[in-house]
């Protein structure tokens, strides 16, 4: 993480053991981009998104990571069609 400015946050995702998720194995600018990688990700492996849990951490300026969202199912519009 050398070379980022300490105002700047970086995201990775974890898996459901709170584990750096190996799959997805990334540094990311947003919390957005790190849940659209993970939703896309599972929707190109064809797994299920409530058995899909995944969580994302926050890079702490001491360079500590700590949770911003724990791992839970991704579920989105594209994933889970809202009724007509």
């Known amino acids: 993480m050398q070379g980022r400015r ?4 970086i995201y990775r995702l974890i ?4 584990e750096p998720h ?3 194995d990334a540094l990311y600018a947003s919390l957005d981009e790190a849940l659209n ?3 896309a990700w599972i ?3 064809g797994l299920d ?3 899909s849990l995944i969580g994302v951490e926050v890079c702490a300026a001491n360079g500590d ?3 911003c969202r724990t791992p839970t199912a991704l579920l989105c519009p594209l994933l889970c069609p809202l009724p007509g």
């Open 37 to 39: 990688d993970a939703i």
């Open 65 to 67: 990571w700590r949770t």
């Open 15 to 18: 898996d459901a053991c709170c």
């Open 43 to 45: 929707e190109h492996r």
């Open 6 to 9: 300490p105002h700047e946050r």
């Open 49 to 51: 998104p409530l058995l």
């Open 22 to 24: 190996r799959q997805l």
